[in-house]
T-cell receptor, first 110, second 111 residues
Framework: GQQLNQSPQSMFIQEGEDVSMNCTSS?????WLWYKQEPGEGPVLLIA?????ELTSNGRLTAQFGITRKDSFLNISASIPSDVGIYFC??????????FGTGTSLTVIP | DAGVIQSPRHEVTEMGQEVTLRCKPI?????LFWYRQTMMRGLELLIY????????DSGMPEDRFSAKMPNASFSTLKIQPSEPRDSAVYFC?????????FGPGTRLTVT
């Protein structure tokens, strides 16, 4: 099935730094979702975006639904060690089909 | 809310054996999805249901895989016979429409 282009594939950052990752698609979506997955666990929903241009925050996390409806980005401010994990984007189209990105692996160095 | 419940969390079986994975979705969610996750292929959609009816099973690898949803609170994914290449983490997710909520997964190892 279709997968979204997610970048970067991996990030190694110092504690306290800000993080930015993005997701792009050749198709438009009605919903963008961002998940975090930790080892041995299922993906956990962090933020859901429902309309183009929407900017939503969840603590130190901020995500935006791109104006073209073909992209989204996630920012994490002032990273801490517990931010470590794999972050996935997902898009939902008008047919209620969900497509997932390939993931961004985040490592935070104390 | 208990979230999506999956069992077992870990399953080790020998090639040729039947494997049954179970899922209890979040109450009130109309959609249920089964995914497989591997390092090589990432997260793959196997099948999804809407109101207990299978809508898209195009991701089911082959006839050895089957899924059922006899009622709104229970679904199974069965592999018969199992093969070593089926080793992966299998996730169930449920959705009220716009978002998906994942279970903790079942790690399947076929030797």
């Amino acid at each position: 099935g279709q997968q979204l282009n997610q970048s970067p594939q991996s990030m190694f950052i110092q504690e306290g730094e800000d993080v930015s990752m993005n997701c792009t698609s050749s198709s438009i979506f009605n919903t963008w979702l961002w998940y975090k997955q930790e080892p041995g666990e299922g993906p956990v929903l962090l933020i859901a975006l429902y309309k183009a241009g929407e900017l939503t925050s969840n603590g130190r996390l901020t995500a935006q639904f791109g104006i073209t409806r073909k992209d989204s980005f996630l920012n994490i401010s002032a990273s801490i060690p517990s931010d470590v994990g794999i972050y996935f984007c997902a898009g939902r189209n008008t047919g209620n089909q969900f497509y997932f990105g390939t993931g961004t692996s985040l490592t935070v160095i104390p | 809310d208990a979230g999506v419940i999956q069992s077992p969390r870990h399953e080790v079986t020998e090639m040729g054996q039947e494997v049954t994975l179970r899922c209890k979705p979040i109450s009130g969610h109309d959609y249920l999805f089964w995914y497989r996750q591997t390092m090589m292929r990432g997260l793959e959609l196997l099948i999804y249901f809407n109101n207990n009816v299978p809508i898209d099973d195009s991701g089911m690898p082959e006839d050895r895989f089957s899924a059922k949803m006899p009622n709104a609170s229970f679904s199974t994914l069965k592999i018969q016979p199992s093969e070593p290449r089926d080793s992966a983490v299998y996730f169930c997710a449920s959705s009220p429409g716009y978002e998906q909520y994942f279970g903790p997964g079942t790690r399947l190892t076929v030797t």
